[in-house]
């Protein structure tokens, strides 16, 4: 008796060219093809940016490192913590270069590939944020300290000074006061009636800039006694160190009759004249200036 027939449908089948499984399909090793760059202003207190550069290989990831190298772009060492994209540059990097090393990493394992170096990482000039000031008393033989203001800039900063006397139009007309250039300056007989101001010169790496600072109220003034009187009139003039008067003029008449009293006090006779005339001291180092309220009017 013979097997019945199998229906085309329903016999076994096979497939044309099988084969055993074969094993997992391996990741490709990241490889570079074009390096990491960096952007940014190679600036102390600016941000800098890195690229990852171009990668081929199996969907890498990337992690960084930024490399701090000396001026000649060699003995480079990892910044602490600095394994972000972007890194903010600080006082201390300044005549430094860097670099960044972006290392690609997949299943297959890791490759890294480095910048070219940066150019030098230059110093912030400093900047003024606030004026410099003057503290003390306004007054003749009394010490002024000069407060620098504030800053900004890479340090390490320095400071020098330059005081100045003004005039009284208060348009900033000063001029230098000769070996005025410490920190504190004690007020001279020839500043009487006048502003004085102080300039602060602020240098670092990157170079140096000048700021003034406001300009004080008037100096104390010579003290007259009495301040009217004829011809002849004895008048006393009182401040420290008018002792070293050479001369003394009413206006532009100078007079002849000057005594000494004491190292603050002289007298000098009112020469000839009329109307109302400035009293002004002469010493071996200048004039004091005019000043409307050191006068003295003839009757």
Same mark, same amino acid.
């Given at each position: 008796?013979?097997?019945?027939?199998?229906?085309?449908?329903?016999?076994?089948?096979?497939?044309?060219?099988?084969?055993?499984?074969?094993?997992?399909?391996?990741?490709?090793?990241?490889?570079?093809?074009?390096?990491?760059?960096?952007?940014?202003?190679?600036?102390?207190?600016?941000?800098?940016?890195?690229?990852?550069?171009?990668?081929?290989?199996?969907?890498?990831?990337?992690?960084?490192?930024?490399?701090?190298?000396?001026?000649?772009?060699?003995?480079?060492?990892?910044?602490?913590?600095?394994?972000?994209?972007?890194?903010?540059?600080?006082?201390?990097?300044?005549?430094?270069?860097?670099?960044?090393? =972006? *290392?690609?990493? !997949?299943? +297959?394992? #890791?490759? @890294?590939?480095? &910048?070219?170096?940066? $150019? /030098? %990482?230059?110093?912030?000039?400093?900047?003024?944020?606030?004026?410099?000031?003057?503290?003390?008393?306004?007054?003749?033989?009394?010490?002024?300290?000069?407060?620098?203001?504030?800053?900004?800039?890479?340090?390490?900063?320095?400071?020098?000074?330059?005081?100045?006397?003004?005039?009284?139009?208060?348009?900033?007309?000063?001029?230098?006061?000769?070996?005025?250039?410490?920190?504190?300056?004690?007020?001279?007989?020839?500043?009487?009636?006048?502003?004085?101001?102080?300039? =602060? *010169?602020?240098? !670092?790496? +990157?170079? #140096?800039? @000048?700021?003034? &600072?406001?300009?004080? $109220? /008037? %100096?104390?003034?010579?003290?007259?006694?009495?301040?009217?009187?004829?011809?002849?009139?004895?008048?006393?003039?009182?401040?420290?160190?008018?002792?070293?008067?050479?001369?003394?003029?009413?206006?532009?008449?100078?007079?002849?009759?000057?005594?000494?009293?004491?190292?603050?006090?002289?007298?000098?006779?009112?020469?000839?004249?009329?109307?109302?005339?400035?009293?002004?001291?002469?010493?071996?180092?200048?004039?004091?200036?005019?000043?409307?309220?050191?006068?003295?009017?003839?009757?």
């Amino acid at each position: 008796m013979r097997s019945p027939e199998l229906r085309p449908s329903e016999r076994p089948r096979t497939c044309a060219g099988s084969r055993e499984p074969g094993g997992l399909i391996a990741a490709l090793l990241p490889k570079n093809t074009a390096l990491p760059s960096i952007g940014g202003t190679l600036l102390d207190g600016s941000s800098l940016t890195s690229s990852t550069g171009t990668w081929s290989g199996t969907s890498p990831t990337y992690s960084y490192q930024w490399q701090l190298c000396n001026s000649s772009w060699a003995s480079c060492s990892n910044v602490s913590g600095a394994t972000a994209s972007v890194l903010s540059l600080v006082s201390a990097d300044v005549g430094s270069t860097v670099r960044m090393v =972006v *290392t690609a990493t !997949n299943s +297959a394992g #890791s490759t @890294s590939a480095t &910048s070219e170096p940066s $150019g /030098l %990482i230059a110093a912030l000039l400093p900047k003024n944020t606030a004026l410099p000031s003057i503290t003390g008393l306004l007054k003749i033989a009394q010490l002024l300290t000069a407060v620098t203001g504030t800053w900004t800039g890479t340090a390490p900063i320095t400071y020098s000074y330059q005081w100045e006397l003004c005039n009284l139009l208060g348009k900033g007309e000063c001029k230098p006061i000769a070996g005025a250039t410490g920190s504190t300056y004690v007020v001279a007989l020839l500043d009487a009636g006048l502003p004085l101001r102080v300039t =602060v *010169t602020v240098k !670092n790496a +990157a170079g #140096s800039v @000048s700021t003034p &600072s406001k300009e004080t $109220g /008037l %100096i104390e003034l010579l003290k007259l006694a009495p301040i009217a009187g004829p011809s002849g009139t004895t008048v006393s003039i009182s401040a420290p160190g008018v002792s070293a008067a050479t001369a003394v003029h009413f206006g532009s008449a100078e007079t002849s009759e000057v005594e000494v009293k004491s190292p603050t006090e002289i007298t000098a006779q009112a020469p000839p004249g009329s109307g109302t005339v400035p009293v002004t001291v002469t010493v071996l180092e200048g004039t004091t200036a005019a000043n409307p309220a050191d006068q003295f009017s003839y009757r």
